[in-house]
């Protein structure tokens, strides 16, 4: 491998890995305050990337500059960001809150159920194929400019920084930052009082804002859109988050970014078809030598149903 | 544990055999089962016999399998491997059916070997991921597994046995009532098996190992042993359905078949049903696939005759909407009844006492 062609990988892997880890961070919020492996969010992020794909296409034709496109991507971005969160914050407040109390395999299921319910959603917003995203900075995506980056890869980055910036600021300044931290280290939150319910809320809707600037993020980069993306992308994630330690931030977007770089490598030197396999394998490996994953804190194996 | 302790422990309940009867008559009877619906149903039946593989995992040792799918898979791949005309092996169904039993239980052993340290929700993580490392080996390995068209044509049982003249194998392909006899055959065989484990020594200990693997262990129960065994027998379960159903399309088809969807699918089917129950597993069955496998195509069937030629554009169908039925129904029923349509008893009194 040459060294722009390594380079190239490099630059590659970290911005999708940027955005891998955002949403593994939800995965991780999640897990880390209700204990929940929340299979949905993998599609609520995909229907953020809906959302953005209508936005832009109805905002495409005035992008006339790509600085206005590029503020558009950013408007677009954060709108998405409260859907995906206010989406994430709906289906705790329907589905899980009522199970709290519930053994943890009733959640579980749900949350599959919700899953196939957005995808669902997804299908008939999208349709069954993959739809191009549309491309409003010029050429952002065209090969020409791919030596060693290119304009997609610098929208994704000014996407992912600014968010994983902000959420170490939240987590390390404000008092929900805190105690946020405090409980992913201690012990998940159980009580059933007015204040647990409001900061699960919370959780959820920090964990869907960052989906939802990642969905937008993980568009530009593939360029298109299927309503199956949620799954893959998803799965991804998810890996990432158990691989650094699931219920820890930074764990996840280290993870985010060992997974983004592990699948960028794997492509080149095994073949894109391969990369999943790699990515899986490695997760498989990392578990059975480190089961808490890299950041993760041994806890108490719980009672399952 | 649901079964009675009773003399006639293969009868756990009244109903069981009444429908096995009728499901045994009803080919007679009605002649469409000779045709696309004996294919159905055969469907059906075979994913039956892997959701008890799964219930054993899941319902019985209380350890979350997302990755059922790629036991089907390895099993579906491995008969076809020792069977198709172009591999110079061809050693017939029977001979391959039983070496897909054993790959599959020992893949099961290999997967279950180093994961047996992890959490519940680790376990289900890596199970899921296994899933889709077996999905993408089965795509990409083209000279071993033929990559995204499957490997096939798989010969049906009995090929070239000649009774009274016929070729069996050929009576196979004419008619689906011979595949549908044998999937009712094997599922059967499987319940009164599981049965019987149930009862043993071993399906005690694994029902131990749930409720309280530190107490299990306390008693002699060695955990590991006995979670490897549930590994084992669901995997080589799982692969039994697997090389059941490859011979019955004569081909593995698309590998993606066996991918995470199919593994979730057959769970919700366990649960729907009611986790660690043998009838409760085949109700949420026939259920789940029966509506997604025979009900659908029939429905949309009949809703195209219903409308107007104008509507062709986008019909309505069953089809468009299923993974969100599928998705309420799994919601509605976790919320208001989570130990499922025929629960086991133990399960359901243990549910209902720590809602309170």
């Known amino acids: 491998m040459t060294l722009p062609a390594f380079l190239q990988q490099c630059v590659l892997g970290l911005t999708s890995g940027g955005f891998l880890g955002l949403i593994a961070v939800g995965y991780t919020l999640v897990y880390g305050t209700v204990g929940l492996i929340h299979f949905a969010h993998g599609d609520v992020v995909m229907l953020g990337g809906c959302l953005a794909v209508g936005l832009l296409s109805l905002l495409a034709p005035f992008a006339f500059d790509p600085l206005v496109g590029w503020l558009m991507i950013v408007l677009v971005t954060i709108s998405c960001g409260f859907f995906c969160g206010g989406l994430n914050m709906a289906i705790d407040r329907l589905v899980y809150r009522p199970l709290r109390q519930a053994p943890p395999l009733a959640p579980l299921v749900s949350a599959v159920g919700v899953s196939f319910i957005l995808m669902n959603v997804g299908l008939l917003w999208l349709g069954s194929t993959d739809q191009a995203f549309p491309d409003l900075v010029t050429n952002a995506g065209s090969p020409a400019l791919r030596s060693p980056v290119t304009m997609a890869d610098l929208v994704v980055l000014s996407l992912v920084l600014p968010a994983l910036i902000g959420l170490a600021i939240l987590l390390q300044r404000t008092r929900f930052g805190r105690s946020l931290r405090s409980v992913a280290a201690v012990s998940r939150v159980t009580t059933p009082t007015g204040g647990a319910d409001q900061f699960i809320s919370a959780t959820f809707f920090l964990g869907g804002f960052l989906g939802g600037v990642a969905s937008v993020a993980a568009s530009i980069h593939t360029a298109t859109i299927n309503y199956q993306m949620g799954y893959q992308t998803g799965l991804y994630a998810l890996a990432a988050a158990v691989l650094g330690g699931i219920g820890s931030v930074p764990g996840a977007i280290v993870g985010g970014l060992l997974v983004g770089l592990i699948r960028a490598f794997s492509t080149v030197v095994l073949g894109p078809r391969w990369a999943a396999a790699a990515v899986f394998l490695v997760l498989i490996v990392i578990l059975a030598f480190r089961p808490e994953g890299l950041f993760g804190q041994k806890r108490r194996e719980r009672r399952p149903a | ?356």
């Open chain 2, 1 to 356: 544990m649901s079964g009675r302790l009773s003399d006639r422990w293969w009868l756990a309940n009244s109903w069981e055999p009444a429908v096995f009867g009728l499901l045994a008559v009803a080919p007679l009877i009605i002649p469409e089962f000779a045709g696309g619906l004996g294919g159905q149903f055969t469907t059906v039946m075979i994913l039956g016999v892997a959701a008890l593989g799964l219930n054993v995992m899941v319902g019985f040792t209380g350890l979350l399998h997302l990755g059922i799918a790629a036991f089907l898979g390895i099993g579906g791949m491995t008969l076809a491997i020792l069977t198709v005309p172009t591999n110079p092996l061809e050693i017939g169904f029977l001979p391959a059916v039983l070496a897909s039993v054993g790959v599959t239980a020992a893949v099961g052993l290999f997967l279950g070997a180093p994961t047996l340290r992890l959490r519940g929700d680790y376990l289900a993580v890596v199970t899921l991921v296994f899933g889709e490392v077996v999905r993408a080996l089965l795509c990409n390995l083209e000279q071993i597994t033929g990559g995204m068209q499957g490997l096939g044509p798989v010969p049906p049982p009995g090929a070239g046995v000649i009774v009274g003249g016929v070729d069996l194998g050929r009576s196979f392909i004419v008619d689906a009532r011979w595949f549908y006899y044998l999937a009712l055959a094997v599922l059967g065989a499987v319940v009164l098996l599981l049965r019987g484990i149930e009862r043993s020594a071993l399906g005690r200990a694994w029902i131990a190992v749930r409720e309280d693997a530190l107490a299990a262990a306390t008693l002699g129960i060695s955990v590991t042993r006995v979670r490897l065994s549930a590994f084992a027998i669901a995997a080589a379960i799982a692969g039994l359905a697997g090389s059941l159903s490859v011979a019955s399309l004569g081909t593995t088809g698309d590998p993606n078949a066996f991918g995470f969807n199919r593994s979730v699918a057959i769970l919700c089917a366990v649960i729907l049903g009611g986790l660690g129950s043998i009838p409760g597993t085949l109700v949420g069955v026939a259920i789940l696939f029966g509506f997604d496998i025979v009900v659908i195509p029939w429905a949309d069937g009949w809703l195209q005759q219903l409308q107007p030629p104008t509507w062709r554009t986008e019909p309505l169908s069953l089809g468009s909407w299923r993974l969100a039925l599928v998705g309420v129904a799994l919601i509605v029923m976790m919320r208001f009844r989570p130990e499922g349509l025929v629960p086991s008893r133990r399960l359901a009194a243990e549910l209902h006492e720590a809602r309170q």
